[in-house]
């Protein structure tokens, strides 16, 4: 064997020592970086925010981006100052005033002008993508000052301040976005060609910037050393896509991922007792419910209102907590979340008796049959077969023999949205987290008129000016009113029977603090820090 | 017949093939009772006539279904695949993002299927009907019938979770950085960049993907070679050879096996597609971002230029992989040599 000559020896030692050192300089540098992992489904084509509009997308651009208000951190009670410090509305309810904060730099070190709000603003509007229909109200925009804008609708609109909320008003540099190819121009659909550059860079005022994103695989953010407000805990944030809740739960127990975003009901439970993991289960945004066709043609027994009624009191509400836990019964469509909205303690409960007189007046005390239709999917972890089941057996105790006949996702919808399926069984999230939701619940809504065929003409004319009155009243104790009389009013008629709102379910490290859920964003990371 | 002969003839027979794919992948696509329109825009936005409008321009979805076919002809044959509804990019961008994941994932299941399933199949035929043989022909029949996606989910909780003999889900650990992007295969594009732990990482990732449609595939492997060396073993050639007083050993595998292997061969060709077109599920427990999950995606959106995308891929797949298997008939069957 070949000797090293001993200077050989003494220079690859020192050589060894080095990498060595370097390594562990390396080493405890990355150890130094606070990283948060977290396992989620991912749904989003886009993070444009001119694109984007899906939980995914919206849980990071709200960490990537800031909006002019916002909500506050776990529920939408009221409406919070962000890049607007204040804001005035005139006297019709037509012109919005917002006086943006002068602290405020994007992630590029550009300060924030109004004019960056105007083309973020019109870009939205005229891009015609996804997400365009919440600037439909707008009517136009302008930059008053450097730190003013003014917003003027096309009518007034009570529930505007809460849409702006939505991470689709995302602020963005107007310069560097029109440098990729961006612009608010009135054919930014056809020729705005900036969103490959926003996939994968953010140029907003968030606590994170986005690093890049692959898609189907991994997000990663960065925190932004000059953000505005109050800095995150940690330095970055990798969102890896895990499409399979079971694989959630395992990559968690394993120490993978500190958090999981998508758990189903049963793996939940299966957690419970693990000292390592926190679970947070509170209600979800979707509300299930059977749709009964108002047209007799179309919906045959079930377009009686009656019939209806019996419905309304035959279902076991008590069941459907029992079986995803969690879960709430609501006390009408509009999402129990939002202030003002029926929740449990207004809902309906079940009454068999009531029910089975509901349908002798109906002209029906032996029952009938029917065909239920419904989408065969598990949403949010709740199997919609398993509910069907439910609805069947709690149907058949007041004589209607449910045919259950579950669709593929798309042909079902395709009933569903045409207004052919004469009794449903859906689920609804709200577009816009305000009471102005619940308007497609009544006559001359999109989902009670075109899917219901439960149409203006079909109510007193009294409903119908207390609907009219509830798009554009602007008193907030009048407009509850309004809605609380709807929503009792929907108790006796409608043609929606809301039966559950199934908990949203997430499990994390026990060492993550400052978790908080929220209807809009989902998850606020610059919220999370580790505890040691 | 020359070589060149029998190449030329396989392509022009695979033309027809692929233009017949369009047509049916087509009509299939177009024949399900439902409007992308629901699919791709959010419930609020349906109110808005002129997003609706905007949205069937800007698809083609406002045309006839022959001009929106033949329309798609002319661009496919002019190289391009159209604009994925979904994702917004060049369906042919996406598939070139999403198709090496499950390349680098199909290449190394089909190689450990293959070493598993000849290896079973030769000790199975060798010692026909003693307990080895019943091992492995029970080994074979759970390769084929146990669920492919349970034993990956079985895979993670017990060989991960538990034990830590396996990497967990994800191409990578998460913390680990992608290499630089070549040829989007990880462990070559690691090794290319010089980035040995990334290349361990990403070998280490591979592991269980790869035994869990590894040992579906050998199942499979493993009865045909079993079945197909039996029959050799029996004909007049390798009596002969036995005769001549060669080794057992020799006789096995210069007369039996390189005999023998020609169905396998065949056979593989048909996995090799499967497992790009079939790993789904897989894909989905195991969160690997490759062509199957882009597809799913796809059919539930009724994304049409990206379900005509991967359709047609998928079916190229399948003529190139046969078009190989053939080409290695050439080689190793000398009875189409000689035709």
């Known amino acids: 064997m070949m000797k090293l000559a001993a200077s050989t020896r003494i220079s690859a030692t020192s050589f060894l020592g080095a990498v060595l050192l370097l390594a562990g300089m390396v080493f405890s540098l990355a150890q130094a970086e606070e990283v948060l992992v977290i396992g989620h489904a991912e749904i989003t084509e886009a993070y444009d925010p001119a694109h984007a509009f899906n939980p995914t997308s919206g849980m990071i651009n709200r960490v990537a981006y800031d909006t002019l208000v916002t909500f506050p951190d776990a529920d939408a009670s009221s409406i919070e100052p962000l890049l607007a410090a204040s804001w005035s509305i005139s006297d019709d309810g037509l012109v919005y005033t917002f006086h943006l904060r002068d602290d405020v730099f994007f992630h590029n070190g550009a300060p924030l002008t109004a004019e960056d709000v105007v083309f973020s603003f019109n870009r939205l509007k005229y891009m015609r993508a996804q997400p365009s229909f919440l600037a439909d109200p707008i009517a136009s925009l302008e930059a008053v000052d450097e730190r003013t804008v003014a917003i003027t609708l096309v009518d007034a609109r009570p529930s505007f301040l809460a849409e702006l909320c939505n991470t689709a008003f995302s602020v963005v540099h107007a310069e560097t976005v029109r440098a990729n190819g961006g612009t608010d121009a009135e054919d930014a659909g056809e020729t705005d060609t900036a969103m490959r550059f926003l996939n994968q860079t953010s140029v907003g005022t968030g606590p994170y910037i986005l690093e890049s994103w692959s898609p189907q695989d991994r997000t990663t953010l960065v925190r932004n050393p000059d953000y505005w407000g109050e800095q995150p805990y940690f330095d970055r944030v990798i969102i890896v896509n895990i499409p399979e809740a079971a694989t959630q739960r395992v990559a968690l127990v394993a120490g993978n991922i500190d958090l999981a975003t998508d758990l189903t009901p049963d793996q939940v439970v299966a957690l419970e007792g693990n000292d390592d993991i926190e679970i947070f289960l509170g209600p979800g945004r979707w509300t299930h419910f059977l749709l009964l066709n108002r047209d007799p043609e179309i919906g045959g027994p079930v377009s009686n209102p009656l019939v209806g009624q019996a419905v309304r009191y035959a279902l076991d509400y008590e069941g459907y907590r029992e079986l995803w836990a969690g879960s709430v019964t609501p006390g009408s469509n509009m999402w129990v979340g939002l202030a003002g909205a029926f929740g449990q303690d207004q809902a309906v409960e079940r009454d068999l008796e009531r029910a089975r007189a509901y349908m002798a007046e109906a002209g029906y005390p032996d029952g009938f049959e029917i065909t239920l239709h419904y989408p065969d999917l598990t949403w949010a972890g709740v199997g919609l077969s398993t509910n069907a089941q439910k609805l069947q057996a709690d149907l058949a105790e007041i004589g209607i023999t449910a045919r259950l006949l579950p669709g593929e996702v798309q042909v079902a919808l395709e009933g569903y949205r045409s207004g052919v399926q004469g009794f449903g069984y859906w689920f609804w999230g709200p577009d816009k987290l305000d009471p102005i939701d619940f308007l497609e619940f009544v006559p001359g809504g999109k989902v009670a008129g075109e899917r219901a065929r439960w149409t203006e003409d079909m109510v007193d004319d009294e409903i119908m000016a207390l609907i009219a009155r509830a798009g554009v009243e602007t008193d907030p104790d009048a407009r509850l009113e309004i809605f609380a009389q709807l929503q009792a009013y929907a108790q006796q008629d409608s043609a929606f029977v809301p039966f559950n709102v199934p908990a949203v379910q997430t499990a994390y490290s026990a060492t993550l603090e400052g978790y908080l859920w929220h209807p809009q964003w989902g998850l606020d990371m610059a919220l999370l820090s580790r505890t040691n | ?339």
């Not at chain 2, 591979?206 to 073993?233: K, N």
């Not at chain 2, 210069?254 to 789904?280: D, E, F, Q």
Request: charged letters at 10%; hydrophobic letters at 55%.
């Open chain 2, 1 to 339: 017949m020359p070589l060149y002969q029998y190449l030329l003839r396989r392509v022009i027979f695979a033309i027809p093939l692929v233009l017949g794919i369009t047509v049916v992948a087509f009509l299939i696509a177009n024949a399900i009772p439902a409007d992308p329109i629901n699919a791709n825009l959010p419930q609020s936005a349906l109110n808005n006539e002129q997003l609706v409008a905007a949205f069937r321009e800007k698809w083609g979805l406002d045309q006839p279904l022959h001009v929106q076919y033949l329309t798609y002809l002319g661009n496919l044959l002019q190289g391009d695949m159209g604009v994925s509804i979904r994702t917004n990019q060049p369906v042919l961008d996406d598939i070139r993002q999403f198709l090496p994941a499950t390349i680098e994932l199909a290449t190394t299941a089909i190689v450990v299927g293959l070493l598993l399933g000849v290896s079973f199949g030769v000790v199975s035929a060798v010692w026909r009907n003693s307990p080895l043989d019943y091992l492995v022909r029970v080994f074979a029949l759970i390769g084929v019938s146990f669920p492919v996606f349970l034993l990956a989910l079985i895979g993670l909780s017990v060989l991960h979770a538990q034990l830590g003999w396996v990497a967990g889900p994800g191409r990578l650990d998460f913390l680990v950085q992608r290499p630089p992007h070549v040829t989007g295969l990880y462990t070559l594009d690691s090794l290319l960049a010089g980035q040995w732990g990334t290349f361990r990482n990403a070998a280490y990732h591979l592991v269980l993907p790869s035994l869990v449609l590894g040992l579906y595939v050998s199942g499979i492997i493993a009865r045909i070679t079993r079945s197909s060396l039996l029959e050799v073993l029996n004909s007049d050639f390798v009596r002969t050879a036995r005769a001549k007083g060669q080794r057992e050993f020799f006789v096995i595998m210069r007369h039996g096996l390189s005999n023998a292997l020609i169905p396998v061969v065949t056979l593989l060709g048909v996995l090799y597609g499967n497992l790009l077109a079939g790993a789904v599920l897989t894909e989905a427990i195991l969160a690997w971002p490759g062509i199957g999950r882009y597809a799913y995606r796809a059919s539930t959106s009724q994304d049409f230029p990206a379900i005509m995308g991967v359709s047609m891929l998928i079916a190229l797949i399948y003529v190139i992989a046969n078009f190989i298997v053939d080409l290695m008939y050439f080689f190793i069957d000398p009875r189409i040599r000689y035709a």
